[in-house]
């Protein structure tokens, strides 16, 4: 592969729809269950379909399925005519384990879509961009969607994705840090 120009997928808005797939760490807890439910609604209130992937609600030994469920999975959701953006919900630690199984020359033959993430996702948005040619973005994971989100950078990262070829954006440093990982039992 000789990738000289990034191929951007087209933009991603309203009524249009959100793969989610775990190619790292599940769900698994209620609590975490429950704040997924919580972010879903949210974003179908606004207009978005959610499709789950089969690796998404269950975390058994830090990882939501087998390798090659993980990675059939993610290109089963890029293939999802259905499926306009893909956005884990989080990180984790083992995504790298899944990258020789991905097809990226099924990806680079398919239509290009977002996908968006970061923390453990960086290693696949990384691959994919390098193998394909494809734009991914690193941003906000789907666990962090919730509806008091009230940092600009955060609860803009869909909106940016919408951009259309040409346009641009100014995204600006967050005024708020974390010391500590959140407990998300504690922020629904």
Known sequence: MNIKTINYPPGFGKNMSIGVTAPSSGLGTDVFI?????????LTEKGYAIIEGNCLRENCKHVSGTREER???????????????????WGGEVLIDILDLIDFDRIMNSPAKWIMGYSDISTLLFALTLKTGIATAHGINFMD???????????????????????TFTQNSSEKHQLEFTNFGDNL
């Open 71 to 89: 990675a059939n999975d993610l290109l089963n959701l890029w293939l999802n005519p259905d499926v306009d953006v893909i956005i884990p919900p």
């Open 34 to 42: 429950k704040r997924f439910d919580l972010v879903a609604e949210r």
């Open 145 to 167: 969607l919730i509806p008091t989100q009230n940092d600009p950078l955060s609860s803009q990262a869909l909106e940016i994705l919408n951009l259309s070829k040409g346009e």
